[in-house]
């Protein structure tokens, strides 16, 4: 009993540690060439997608939960900056841990990973379509936001255009960094993680 209690605790440990880790890496972020300048990059859902192999799909979403929540004190969006990160991390890990967990085999985790980046894909999409675009519109003409975008990507013309040729592929990109750094990092990770918190 003592020893499973010992094993509960370094659990909710290690999942409290990651998801600090993560909101520290949400601070930092940096843009990408021919992307709308306000989609910049982080890899804050490296942690979680970590989290996500070694703990299952439910503990990924409580991390992606909690960073959210702990940014959105800081937030310069009016928390819908947040709940479009929670949508697509979440997602992420939530369907690289619904894979995994059947099979945790390296093929496995590939195929999490890239099943995951078509997910958050569209979920990005989804997510600023119906909350990102609604939400800044009442702070700023679209028309003005897809000029900025334009001078940038000259792709960019409209509504759809922003989400075809900004937001999916943005997403595909940092969805194929993450994946990438998930892998090699769980990889080195995954016997330590096992050894202390089983």
């Not at 996500?52 to 799909?57: N, R, V």
């Not at 409209?158 to 937001?167: E, M, P």
């Amino acid at each position: 009993m003592a020893t499973k209690n010992r094993s509960r605790i370094r659990k909710i440990t290690t999942i409290a540690l990651f998801s600090a880790i993560s909101t520290i890496l949400m601070y930092i972020e940096m843009p990408l060439p021919f992307m709308p300048p306000f989609l910049k990059l982080d890899i804050s859902a490296v942690p979680i997608m970590i989290g996500s192999f070694a703990f299952g799909p439910v503990e990924a979403l409580c991390m992606a939960f909690i960073k959210s929540c702990v940014h959105a004190l800081s937030t310069t969006t009016g928390g819908v900056g947040e709940l479009a990160d929670f949508l697509i991390t979440g997602s992420f890990a939530l369907t690289a841990g619904l894979i995994y967990r059947k099979t945790k085999t390296k093929k496995s985790a590939i195929l999490a990973c890239v099943f995951s980046v078509f997910v958050i894909v569209v979920v990005g999409c989804l997510a600023n379509y119906f909350v990102l675009l609604p939400f800044y519109s009442n702070m700023m003409p679209l028309e003005a936001i897809y000029e900025m975008c334009n001078k940038v990507n000259p792709l960019i013309t409209g509504k759809s255009t922003y989400i075809v040729f900004g937001v999916a592929p943005f997403n595909l990109i940092k969805g194929a960094i993450v994946s990438a750094l998930t892998f090699l990092t769980y990889k080195k990770m995954s016997g330590f993680l096992k050894k202390h918190t089983v």
